[in-house]
């Protein structure tokens, strides 16, 4: 690895890397990556259950639920926000998708997704919206960080028809 490409590299995985795992608890028990070898897992970090954009995103992805699993893919979500906060969240909006809770941030920041951020000025620590998709055997094929949520989806759903 030359110095430019370690240079060039984020916190977390890049595109070819094998993918960290995790295991995280839910609101209906646990998600383990383990549990899904040999499946595509749709990973997407958010920062706030309840919260406008999260929201749009997480019932987007339940839409799509159908859609993911006709590719062979499983979607899972992740936020700092405990497993009956989620619980709650997936009950009020009729989600779908399995939601993670990683309130001691241990997978966000293995994947890369605790980055520093700023509102006004103000410096803090924060979730990167970001999305990765995992391979079945177990590889990052596509990054989206900085996710804008409109669209990404859709986006997403491409690429995992696409890894056929």
């Known amino acids: 690895m030359t110095l ?7 916190n977390g995985p ?6 960290p795992d995790f295991d ?3 609101d209906t028990g646990r998600v383990r990556f383990a549990d899904l070898k040999g499946r595509k897992v749709v990973l997407f970090f958010y920062p706030k259950d309840d919260t406008p ?3 749009t995103e997480s019932v987007g992805f339940s839409q799509a639920k159908a859609d993911f699993e006709a590719v062979g893919a499983v979607l899972v979500g992740v936020s700092k926000d405990t497993a009956a906060k989620h619980g709650k ?3 009020k909006h009729g989600l779908t998708v399995e939601l993670g809770s990683d309130a001691e ?6 994947y890369g997704s605790w980055v520093e951020k700023s509102l006004y000025g103000r410096q803090y620590m924060g979730i990167d919206r970001s999305t990765f998709l995992i391979d079945g055997n177990g590889v990052v ?13 859709e986006a997403v ?6 890894l056929a």
């Open 105 to 110: 941030s241990d997978v966000i920041e293995r």
């Open 53 to 55: 954009g999260c929201t």
């Open 157 to 162: 759903l491409e690429a995992a028809r696409e």
């Open 89 to 91: 969240f997936r009950a």
């Open 4 to 10: 430019d490409h370690v240079e060039a590299r984020v």
């Open 141 to 153: 094929r596509r990054i989206w960080r900085k996710v804008k949520v409109k669209g990404h989806v």
């Open 14 to 19: 890049n595109e070819g890397d094998k993918a």
């Open 24 to 26: 995280l608890p839910t």
